[in-house]
């Protein structure tokens, strides 16, 4: 107990919300803060890498070509294909692109210097649901008609005619609520968590490297699983990104489909 | 086709959360109403409920064949 008197000195600051709000970097417009310069980073990497990767584009395909299209067709047939089916072709664009953008921004978080997730930031993944969430209701309403849409969806074949008073305020919550909320929310926390710990433990270390030297050696752990979780991390980000493109993909089905 | 159990999984946790929130909510402002407190426990409860009867239709009545799984 002596060992640790006195270990835990005063003034560790844990990381909180705080640490995901960044000064501007030139004058004080909100277009220039590190999340927003690193949207416009993404872009243009992404844009670059494509460009490219299928400007010259062979039958042998060079390697930047064979890694833009492994990407392009694991989009395509893995999410498009699998899961829209024969109308799969014009929303593999769309896909694609809410694919690689997230994918991008989320690695952000665990390259060095770069080191942030955007999608931590809430507006982001807010942005991006809203041009699904606008995409899948459009795109049903386009097919089905505005009224034989909420029709299908409150009224499921097969159920005793008393249950849809009760049943129906649970499908247009779903639908209207919960699925853009449950979208955004998962890309958002799944991020803003992976980052915090990533803080966490760095900072955590840091500290303790600074106190005694029982500490010092405490904080091998510390930096041990900040590493450990980097990787831990970029399986989160790719998945995530993955997750994200599959449900707008499955959400799009669901609005193409006979019924509901 | 492992996509399209991702997709159900994740409808699944989307129809609980919708249960659970909207007839709670409305227990919850029946309470407010009549100065309760033991509306929102009900409709908690009967949300839950009406939720997991959802996906058993959706999920299990209309194809028996994921019953095995």
Redo the contacts between chains.
């Keep these: 107990m002596n060992l640790l008197e006195g270990a835990v000195r005063p003034g560790f600051r844990a990381p909180d919300a705080g640490d995901f709000v960044f000064p501007s970097i030139f004058g004080d417009s909100v277009l220039t803060t590190k999340p927003v310069v690193l949207v416009f980073f993404s872009v243009i990497l992404i844009s670059t890498f494509f460009i490219a990767s299928s400007r010259k584009a062979l039958v042998v395909p060079s390697k930047i070509q064979f890694a833009g299209e492994m990407v392009y067709g694991f989009v395509r047939n893995?999410?498009g294909k699998?899961?829209i089916g024969s109308e799969f072709q014009r929303f593999v664009p769309f896909l694609f692109t809410i694919f690689t953008f997230i994918l991008t921004n989320n690695i952000f978080g665990i390259i060095p210097l770069i080191q942030f997730p955007t999608m931590s930031r809430i507006g982001f993944p807010v942005s991006i649901t809203i041009f699904v969430y606008l995409t899948y209701h459009f795109v049903a309403i386009r097919k089905h008609g505005l009224f034989k849409y909420l029709k299908d969806m409150c009224f499921?074949p097969?159920?005793p005619k008393f249950?849809y008073v009760?049943?129906a305020?649970?499908?247009l919550?779903?639908y209207f609520?919960?699925?853009p909320l449950?979208l955004a929310m998962r890309l958002f926390g799944n991020m803003f968590a992976g980052h915090l710990l990533l803080i966490l433990f760095t900072l955590g270390g840091e500290y303790m490297l600074h106190d005694k030297l029982i500490m010092q050696l405490f904080s091998v752990f510390s930096f041990g699983f900040s590493l450990g979780f980097t990787f831990f991390e970029f399986f989160v980000q790719c998945l995530q990104a993955y997750?994200f493109t599959?449900?707008s993909a499955?959400y799009i089905a669901g609005a193409l489909a006979d019924q509901h | 086709?492992a996509?399209?159990d991702?997709?159900a999984f994740?409808?699944i946790?989307?129809?609980l959360?919708?249960?659970m929130?909207?007839?709670g909510a409305a227990g919850a402002l029946l309470d407010n109403f009549l100065k309760t407190q033991i509306f929102v426990f009900i409709g908690i409860f009967?949300?839950l409920f009406?939720?997991i009867?959802?996906i058993w239709?959706?999920y299990v009545?209309s194809d028996p064949g994921n019953l095995g799984k």
Excluded: H, Q
């Design positions: 893995e999410i699998d899961v499921m097969g159920l249950m009760i049943l305020p649970l499908e919550a779903t609520l919960i699925r449950t997750i599959l449900l499955l | 086709m996509s399209k991702e997709g994740w409808n946790i989307s129809y959360i919708a249960g929130g909207f007839w009967l949300g009406l939720s009867y959802l239709v959706r009545r």
